[in-house]
């Protein structure tokens, strides 16, 4: 089956969107705690954020504030996350220091699992993150 030609030139087939309460905040914090690029936003006079992609390495992800008329508003102290976004990196211990620094909250601590050494992270809007790197030879 051939790609899917309905997408501008270099974009990914498959983008995450997420939600935040406040867009403007987590696109500063997903800059600083977990090292993404903006790539671009959609801001009004005020400077808040409408819509942005974001990036790492060659993946990309598009944040928003959510609308009620599009069903896209977050669910406030849920529980159980519905979701989490898979992220791989070059040094995960690096990052992990990096996200505690920045203040974002460690919700499984960095650690092996598997074939990658993973750590989640959930930021400033409660949105869950795995960060992972294949586990390095000669590890145990």
């Given at each position: 089956?051939?790609?899917?030609?309905?997408?501008?030139?270099?974009?990914?087939?498959?983008?995450?969107?997420?939600?935040?309460?406040?867009?403007?905040?987590?696109?500063?914090?997903?800059?600083?705690?977990?090292?993404?690029?903006?790539?671009?936003?959609?801001?009004?006079?005020?400077?808040?954020?409408?819509?942005?992609?974001?990036s790492?390495?060659?993946?990309?992800?598009?944040?928003?504030?959510g609308?009620?008329?599009?069903?896209?508003?977050?669910?406030?102290?849920?529980?159980?996350?519905?979701?989490?976004?898979?992220?791989?990196?070059?040094?995960?211990?690096?990052?992990?220091?990096?996200?505690?620094?920045?203040?974002?909250?460690?919700?499984?601590?960095?650690?092996?699992?598997?074939?990658?050494r993973?750590?989640?992270?959930?930021?400033?809007?409660?949105?869950?993150w795995?960060?992972?790197?294949?586990?390095?030879?000669?590890?145990?």
């Amino acid at each position: 089956m051939p790609a899917s030609l309905n997408r501008p030139a270099g974009a990914p087939q498959v983008l995450p969107y997420l939600y935040y309460p406040d867009a403007t905040m987590a696109l500063a914090f997903l800059v600083d705690a977990f090292g993404f690029t903006e790539l671009e936003a959609l801001r009004d006079e005020q400077g808040t954020v409408w819509s942005a992609q974001l990036s790492t390495g060659d993946g990309v992800v598009l944040i928003g504030p959510g609308m009620d008329e599009f069903g896209t508003r977050p669910v406030p102290d849920t529980a159980w996350a519905c979701s989490r976004t898979f992220v791989y990196v070059d040094d995960v211990d690096a990052h992990w220091e990096r996200a505690r620094a920045a203040g974002a909250t460690i919700v499984t601590a960095l650690a092996d699992h598997g074939p990658n050494r993973i750590y989640i992270a959930s930021d400033c809007g409660g949105q869950q993150w795995i960060f992972a790197a294949p586990v390095a030879e000669g590890r145990s």
